[in-house]
């Protein structure tokens, strides 16, 4: 192992991932549609995410779409003991490349099998369901689409269930219907409008996962940012994943790279101490 990864997160019994995981999205092509552009080095990547000790790749399906997973399971495949797929379903895509929502019940079950047979297991470790848009949740009732992923659970076809860009009250209903162990939504130094929400899965023991820990496709642009990694001789973007670490003990993160390089960086911020005075800083970014 290459790094300490910042400890584990324990959400479930038998789920048990390092708080910096790795995000397989940038696998892709340009905007998450087509082939890589080099898929000898994706596979390296993906090999490297394991070397590096990660028990926690996060995937999707509509990644590619498919490619992603068959890259995985090109990699990785027959997987290591130990290691966590996490994967969602709530959208499929277009022959356009764009994005469409697709939560009918019925849908979501084929989303799975889908899942299933191009990851090439059984059982999906993690499945999280994708509400809203694409960084805002909504207040629809989630009672039928999760009820039905649900089901493929108590039927051996999922160990464990989440959420994905979700509002405290779907978190409410969806905790009525089966465990969830995992919360996917917008978080980072710049954006925080889910701090309450964080504050409630820690005290829950649910793994919050904070996708566009690094700002997303507008990335982080903060002098304070810049100039704290300045004086600690690291990156921006290692600093701003150092906060994320350091801000809750239930945060995992899935920092994406389809670089080696940029791999070795995301998981040396799990080393990287944050001063006082450094911290306070930071914490001053969102206002």
């Known amino acids: 192992m290459t790094a300490q990864l910042g400890g584990t997160v324990t959400p479930a019994d038998g ?3 390092t708080r910096v995981g790795y995000g397989a999205m940038q696998l892709a092509g340009p905007h998450v549609f087509g082939p890589p552009r080099d898929r000898d080095r994706a596979v390296a990547v993906l090999r490297a995410v394991v070397e590096a000790g990660i028990t926690h790749i996060d995937t999707a399906d509509f990644y590619g779409p498919v490619v992603v997973n068959e890259l995985i399971r090109q990699a990785l495949h027959p997987y290591p003991e130990g ?25 979501l079950k084929a989303q799975v099998y889908d899942n299933l047979r191009n990851l090439g297991v059984d059982t999906l470790d993690v499945v999280n369901l994708r509400l809203g848009d694409m960084d805002t949740p909504n207040e629809d009732s ?20 989440g959420l994905s860009t979700a509002s405290a009250a779907q978190l409410d209903e969806a905790r009525a219907i089966a465990p969830v162990v995992t919360v996917q939504n917008l978080y980072n130094l710049a954006d925080r409008r889910d701090d309450a929400l964080l504050e409630r899965t820690a005290a ?22 810049a100039e704290v990694a300045a004086r600690l001789g690291a990156s921006p973007q290692q600093v701003a994943l150092a906060w994320l670490l350091r801000r809750s003990p239930n945060i ?35 206002g």
Do not use: M
């Open 204 to 225: 829950e023991n649910i793994a919050y996962v904070p996708y566009f820990p690094l700002g997303g496709f507008t990335p982080l642009q903060s002098g304070t940012l």
């Open 252 to 286: 995992v993160l899935i920092p994406g790279t389809s670089s080696p390089a940029h791999l070795r960086e995301n998981t040396a911020a799990a080393d990287l101490v944050l001063p006082d005075d450094a911290l306070a800083e930071l914490n001053g970014i969102a």
């Open 83 to 107: 290691l966590h797929l996490v994967t969602k379903v709530g959208a499929r895509r277009g022959a356009d490349g764009s994005w469409i929502v697709s939560r009918h019940p019925e849908d």
């Open 142 to 161: 989630v009672a039928d689409q999760f009820g039905a992923l649900a089901g493929l659970r108590e039927r051996g076809l999922i160990r464990h269930l």
């Open 15 to 17: 789920l048990t991932l």
